[in-house]
């Protein structure tokens, strides 16, 4: 079953600007994960919020997590055309990795 | 490089075919994990080992048969599948699970086998 949903489903920007994904999820968490999907690679793991942080930094992307509202956003500054890519958020629910269907981000040059 | 190597990249088979695909990982990881994607679904997860032995089987059809020889390999067996089962097929690795209970650890994934079905 889904744990978290990512919104937007897709997202078209231009380099050099700021991209914000979000997240919903249903059940309380431990800490929740982002990850990038390339086309045609498999996923890689960006970043992980520990459900008593609110705010992480990893070079450009800065994730925000609130509990209270069950949700989680991933921003990219500065974005590149390398950024373009699909992004999800991921979260643990009976010892399983379970994955939003991700939101699908077109970088520009 | 992810330190997850997937063989095939890209598999076309007949309904009829039986064929296997294989997965290795060089990271020491003692957990491994088989997902199937799908277009415009999430990432469903399929299998699940830690140290060799079994710990999820999430429902999946007995076309599908799982082996994990040692933490190092593991191998999806395919036999008699359907039109539904193209899908890009993902493999994935990390540190062991906590009493067959995944928590925080992040998963290392390869870069997949494409499968058709005709």
């Known amino acids: 079953s889904q744990q978290g949903e990512e919104d937007p489903q897709a997202l078209s920007i231009q380099e050099g600007e700021n991209a914000t994904m979000n997240c919903s999820y249903k059940?309380?968490?431990?800490?929740l994960q982002w990850y990038r999907q390339n086309s045609g690679r498999g996923l890689v793991h960006l970043i992980l919020?520990?459900?008593?942080?609110r705010e992480k930094h990893s070079g450009r992307l800065r994730v925000t997590l609130d509990t209270s509202k069950k949700s989680s956003s991933l921003l990219i500054t500065a974005s590149r055309a390398a950024d373009t890519a699909s992004y999800f958020c991921?979260?643990?629910?009976?010892?399983?990795?379970?994955f939003g269907q991700g939101t699908t981000l077109q970088v520009k040059p | 490089e992810t330190g997850v190597t997937q063989t095939p990249r890209h598999l076309v088979m007949g309904m009829t075919n039986k064929k296997s695909l294989k997965c290795e990982q060089h990271?020491?990881?003692?957990?491994m994990y088989w997902y199937k994607q799908s277009a415009k679904k999430p990432l469903e997860l399929m299998f699940v080992?830690?140290?060799?032995?079994?710990?999820e089987n999430n429902s999946v059809p007995s076309r599908f048969s799982p082996e994990c020889p040692n933490s190092s390999h593991l191998f999806l067996h395919l036999h008699t599948l359907q039109p539904e089962d193209s899908a890009l097929y993902l493999c994935?690795?990390?540190?062991?699970?906590?009493?067959?209970?995944?928590?925080?650890?992040?998963?290392?994934f390869g870069d997949g086998t494409r499968l058709s079905i005709l």
């Open positions: 990271l020491g990881h003692n957990a």
């Open positions: 919020i520990r459900s008593n942080e």
């Open positions: 059940t309380s968490i431990n800490n």
């Open positions: 991921a979260t643990v629910k009976t010892g399983k990795l379970i």
């Open positions: 080992y830690n140290f060799k032995e079994q710990t």
């Open positions: 994935a690795s990390s540190q062991s699970l906590i009493q067959g209970l995944y928590s925080n650890q992040p998963q290392h």
